[in-house]
């Protein structure tokens, strides 16, 4: 599967975006996929997956501000994110790994097979 992420953008703090996450292939429905972000001079990190029964999993500080959700029929994982910080800017990267297990934790980069090129996220103070 290939995955295509867009709709990074510059944006105030406080403000939203929508990141998607465009994925070709004939079965995704069948894959979990995960948001991953990046900030310069730091790891990747864990940010939010959806796994392909629909269970989603949040990192704890993006609670309550990112919602993910799938559209299966348009192959799309979208991102929201509101009430956007500083500390959001980084490079935002989707990830998908055929689903064999619903409801298995999936935070490391490794647990994932396919990557999206990234989208970066500028949040200004």
């Known amino acids: 599967v290939q995955l295509q992420a867009s709709g990074g953008g510059l944006v105030q703090a406080g403000g939203s975006l929508r990141l998607s996450c465009v994925a070709s292939?004939?079965?995704?429905?069948?894959?979990?996929v995960g948001w991953f972000r990046q900030a310069p001079g730091r790891e990747r990190e864990f940010v939010v997956s959806?796994?392909?029964?629909?269970?989603?999993e949040y990192e704890e500080s993006v609670k309550g501000r990112f919602t993910i959700s799938r559209d299966n029929s348009k192959k799309t994982v979208n991102l929201e994110i509101n009430s956007l910080k500083p500390e959001d800017t980084a490079v935002y990267y989707c990830?998908?790994?055929?689903?064999?297990?619903?409801?298995?934790?999936?935070?490391?980069?490794?647990?994932?097979?396919?990557w999206g090129q990234g989208t970066q996220v500028t949040v200004s103070s």
């Open positions: 959806v796994d392909a029964s629909g269970i989603r």
């Open positions: 990830a998908a790994v055929w689903d064999r297990l619903y409801g298995a934790t999936r935070r490391r980069a490794a647990d994932y097979d396919y």
């Open positions: 292939g004939r079965t995704f429905s069948n894959y979990a």
